[in-house]
Structure formats: structure tokens, C-alpha cells
């Protein structure tokens, strides 16, 4: 972790729901935002979205609301959204292909440049115009183009496995779909995609 | 929400994460662990951990850790994961087919019973034994089959008016996983499925 380490991560986790909502209001026609509005939509508190924009200087007057096409750009220079960043997938399955196709991630700057699998009948194969590799071939194209962040579609039994191959490579951040509470290293980041668990946090209160 | 609405709800956040470690745990043979030693898996602080069960009242004693099986058991009542949630889907395009044929819902205790679309040359079609039926059925199909959750997999551009019906269903809980920052009632639970969010909380750290 190269950047502040003095803001915690809840509020960096915070950072990208806000670009959501501003950008979908700038869409909307509006070019100013307060932060108990802001707050509304995102069922967030104006004091938290105030505190949170707080550890990055100051944005906006007070009384007056934020600028909502500025402050999209400062949250986007932040967060380093303001250029491309080249992923690899791992695991070709049914769920990695469906993710290869997904046309969500490009707009935002993310693009998968590569694709591996161990299973050979796979190898050589190309989804979207990519072409998918063998594992052992991971370090070095991980290097080769730049890679910091690897998508991981393989099956939970397998997926721990995959993520301490992956510790000895450039690749700096997974975005792990395996239902799986991998253990990684500190200098790694990780990111779960687990409907599972979003569900089992919903029945709490349905019951 | 009809639960007791003094725990925060970043505590029930977390609970599904520590049954996803404690069954790991179990299946490597462990039956009894230590706060810490959760919390070295989850990356989560022993005494995070001790307070969040404190919410539930007293688990395990003083020195001796907590009895895995029995701690999965409280939790899993607790979240009331005990029983099968149905579930609709919401949007049958080439990720809504993905999440019919994801296998990893029904062991978990949910189940995808029915399918809705608007699309007239997917009505009656099956996927996965579940047939697709037209979006003016989901009033009473969701009555008569006692459904509390709906997974949203439509385009981002129709989502918000989606969940504008659901809020007059018997719905009480969506997935969502449209990228939008969709504005709900209070009376409904959302969850958001967004990869894309995920990554852009990740570039911060690698910048």
C-alpha cells in the first residue's frame, strides 16, 4: 500500500459509490450537489460524506454544495481512475467467460488484456479476441503487460492455491470470485464478489 | 426490518463471513478456534470479532476459544439461514442465465423458483427447468410462492423503474446487480453485486 495509509479503508471503499451517484445526477442534468442530497440517495449521512471528502482536502463552500462535474474528477484522480488499468482473468469457465464478455468494465478503465487456465482443452482458445494461456505462462505476461490486478473465476477448491501462484507475480490486487475467505498476504488486495454472502446478510432481517 | 435494530448492520455484514471461515475451518478438521485466530484468517481484530458476538449474547469462554460447530449453529439461526429462502430472478439476458445456473445459491438455502423478463421472445422459455414468465406475473407469483427476495440482472438503464415494482410486491429483499446507485424505500433491503466498484476501491492502493 503505497498510497495514505492514515485514511481508513471504509472510507476508500465509500470513494467509488460517490462517483456512482454524482455521475448518475450529473446525467440527470444537475450540476450541484449537497451533501445531505448526496447523503439521500446513497442512504449515507451528510456529517459521514463530509468527514469522508474531509481526508482529502477541502471540496466545495460551505452552504453552497459541492460541484458535482469537479468533484467527480478529484474523486476519480484519487482513486487513480483517470487511466487504464490492464487485468488478466484466471479460470475460463462458465463464470470467467461470462466476465470476459461482461462490456461493464472497459468504460470504467479496466481492461482484461489476458486470460489463463490449466485445462488444455481450453488452451489456445480465444473469448472476446483473447486468447487463453496456460498458468505457467502467467509471470511473465503479467509482467510483460503491465497487469496489477488479476480477476479469479476458478472453483472455490483450487482458488487458495491459485492466489499464492499469483503472490510471486506483478499482480498487485485480486478481485476474487471463489466463495472462498482466501488468506493473502498484506502487500496483496483483495476484493470478494460473493452474492452468497450478500444474501446472508439480507436474511437477518427477513426473518 | 423486523429484527432488533440496535446491532449495526455492519455487524450482520460480517457474520456471514465468519460462518464462510468457521466451515472452513471445520472441514480442515478444526473444532475449536480463538478469536485471534479467526481474525488472522478474516483480517479482522480478535477484539472486533469478540464485540460482534457480544451483540448475540455469550459464546465460548474466557481462555478457551469458541466451539466451531456450535458457534456455525447459533450464527447460522441467527441470520436465519436455518431454513430456504425462495428467490426470483429479475431480468433473463446472458447474466441473469449465468446466475440461474450458478450452483453455489441452493446449498446455501437459496432457491431461484422463477424467472421474469419482458423480452416476448423469451416468455416461456426454460432455463434451467425455471420458466420465464412475463414481468406483469411477478405480483402473484411471488405471493403464491412465498417469495422474499428478488435478484435484479436487468440493464442499468431500466433497473431503478424495476425495483419501483418490486417495492409493491411481497419482495422484501433485492440483489442487485445493475451498476447503479439505485434508490430504495427503507422497507426494502438491498445488496449491490458490482465488480466494477470493487475494482475502482482497489486502484487507490496501487497508484
Known amino acids: 500500500m503505497v498510497k495514505d495509509s492514515s485514511v481508513p479503508e471504509v472510507v476508500i471503499l465509500r470513494l467509488p459509490l460517490y462517483i456512482r451517484a454524482l455521475t448518475q445526477m450529473s446525467e440527470e442534468g444537475q450540476a450541484v450537489v449537497s451533501s445531505k442530497s448526496?447523503?439521500?440517495?446513497?442512504?449515507?449521512?451528510?456529517?459521514?460524506?463530509?468527514?469522508?471528502l474531509s481526508y482529502f482536502g477541502r471540496f466545495g463552500k460551505q452552504g453552497r454544495g459541492y460541484k458535482i462535474a469537479s468533484l467527480i474528477e478529484e474523486l476519480t484522480n484519487i482513486l487513480g481512475l483517470n487511466r487504464q488499468w490492464n487485468s488478466c482473468i484466471v479460470g475460463v469457465g462458465r463464470l470467467g467467460k461470462a466476465i470476459i464478455n461482461y462490456p461493464g468494465f472497459v468504460p470504467e478503465g479496466f481492461k482484461i488484456v489476458s486470460a489463463f487456465d490449466n485445462d488444455e482443452?481450453?488452451?489456445?482458445?480465444?473469448?472476446?479476441?483473447?486468447?487463453?494461456?496456460p498458468m505457467n505462462k502467467i509471470r511473465s505476461?503479467?509482467?510483460?503487460?503491465?497487469?496489477?490486478?488479476?480477476?479469479?473465476?476458478?472453483?472455490?477448491?483450487?482458488?487458495?492455491?491459485v492466489?499464492?501462484?499469483?503472490v510471486d507475480t506483478n499482480v498487485k490486487a485480486i478481485l476474487n470470485y471463489a466463495p472462498i475467505a482466501p488468506k493473502v498476504p498484506k502487500t496483496l488486495i483483495l476484493r470478494n464478489i460473493d452474492p452468497v454472502l450478500s444474501l446472508q446478510s439480507m436474511t437477518y432481517y427477513l426473518d
Open 38 to 52: 448526496l447523503g439521500d440517495r446513497l442512504q449515507i449521512t451528510p456529517a459521514q460524506i463530509r468527514k469522508d
Open 121 to 133: 482443452s481450453k488452451i489456445g482458445q480465444t473469448v472476446n479476441e483473447i486468447q487463453i494461456l
Open 141 to 161: 505476461i503479467v509482467k510483460e503487460n503491465d497487469i496489477k490486478i488479476a480477476i479469479l473465476a476458478v472453483p472455490a477448491t483450487i482458488a487458495q492455491s
Open 163 to 166: 492466489i499464492s501462484d499469483l
